[in-house]
């Protein structure tokens, strides 16, 4: 890792960067996956569907809104603003007991994390107009997935003896030493040329461009996917087969080693050998059959389910380095509006996976619904073989 790093042109740029990324990540991944626990103190599972729903629809009106704050405060004013506003909610969230407090402070916490990204986003785009694309957001994800790795490890041990205050809290400390990477070191960084997204035009450019809409919608697959194993698989292995936190927190982690393991080699072979197109297909066809065979397992076998397990994210974390790659190639820094059009698919997977699960729970059992999904993910083979390969 570090000699990569010394590769790049701007290491003291990108370095900073990278380390502001791993504690957004830490800050992220310690709750991602026992917030629908949490959640389920206080609401049924049909009710967290809607919630995260909600969440994500604010968090598309403000990624459509996004350019307006920072061509105003720029990306170093807006990232401390909103990673500070992060804190408040989060140490409110934790102070509250309340049902309408609790949902209402983690809507908003939900709604604004993914804008903390989106200027990561705008800071690396503008170190890496140099190439390397492919290897720079291999990095870039690496060091996420890295801290993805270790979050359900430490979640795991805490909650054996402590509560989900405890993590929420934690989730705050990661945030400070980002906030003061951010103050000291990005006030000096180019801000880009940002300008207004207008919704009808960034339909009509994605529309028009084939390329760019159908890397959209691989990346909406995906986080249709992410939407599924963080808000219903932990309630099922929970709940319904009764792994404890410490079982849950060991096979996530071993099942997201394929996202510290794969994404650099794959971002690089993608820009030197193969290109995305094949490398995507493959993401989407390993992702689907390990969906598909969680529905015809019944016991808690902790093995067999963690190899189940690590094979989803193994396709997924494929999909994932070749989307980002192949969406960055297409576009450059000033292109704000395709940059916060292509995030929302973030939100919108969570607004489609939670409002989808919950239908389908009315009708059927839970573990059809990883079936379904399975035949979901499917259906991005055929969006892949449109697009046009950079190979």
């Known amino acids: ?20 990324t791993f ?69 409110s969230l934790v102070a509250s007991h309340n049902s309408f407090w609790v949902i209402l402070f983690f809507t908003a916490h939900s709604s604004i994390n993914p804008l903390i990204l989106l200027n990561l986003d705008n800071f690396l785009e503008s170190s890496s107009e140099n190439g390397g694309t492919g290897r720079i957001r291999g990095i870039f994800l690496t060091l996420m997935n890295m801290t993805a790795v270790m979050s359900p490890i430490i979640v795991g041990s805490i909650l054996t003896e402590g509560s989900f205050s405890s993590i929420y809290i934690l989730s705050i400390l990661t945030l400070l030493p980002l ?100 490398i995507l297909i493959l993401g989407f066809i390993i992702t689907a059959i390990g969906l598909c065979v969680m529905t015809f397992v019944h016991g808690n076998n902790f093995i067999l389910w963690t190899i189940i397990l690590l094979i989803a994210r193994m396709g997924a974390s494929l999909i994932e380095i070749t989307t980002e790659s192949y969406f960055f190639k297409q576009i450059n820094s000033a292109n704000q509006n395709l940059i916060s059009t292509f995030r929302t698919a973030g939100p919108m997977g969570y607004i489609i996976g939670p409002l989808l699960g919950s239908i389908m729970l009315l009708f059927i059992d839970e573990r059809y619904t990883f079936l379904i999904l399975g035949g979901i993910m499917l259906s991005g083979i055929a969006v892949a073989l449109r697009i046009k390969d950079t190979k």
């Open 1 to 20: 890792m570090y000699k990569l790093l010394l590769k790049s042109k701007k290491v003291n740029t990108l370095t900073y960067i990278y380390l502001a």
């Open 23 to 91: 504690f957004l990540a830490f800050h992220y991944y310690l709750t991602t996956y026992i917030n629908s626990s949490f959640l389920k103190q206080y609401a049924n599972t049909y009710t967290i569907g809607l919630i995260y729903a909600t969440s994500s629809i604010v968090s598309i009106i403000l990624f459509l809104y996004s350019s307006k704050f920072l061509e105003r405060f720029g990306s170093y004013y807006t990232m401390l603003w909103v990673a500070g506003l992060d804190v408040v909610l989060l140490t």
């Open 179 to 278: 906030i003061y990477i951010v103050a000291r070191r990005f006030k000096n960084l180019k801000d880009n040329n940002y300008h207004h997204i207008h919704l009808e035009n960034s339909v009509r450019t994605f529309i028009e461009n084939k390329d760019i809409r159908n890397i959209y919608i691989s990346n909406l697959l995906l986080q249709i996917f992410y939407s599924w194993v963080v808000i219903y698989v932990p309630i099922y292995l929970h709940e319904t087969l009764g792994f404890d936190w410490q079982q849950l927190g060991l096979m996530i982690s071993i099942a997201l080693l394929p996202f510290v393991m794969l994404e650099i080699p794959i971002g690089t072979l993608a820009d030197k050998k193969f290109g995305e197109k094949e």
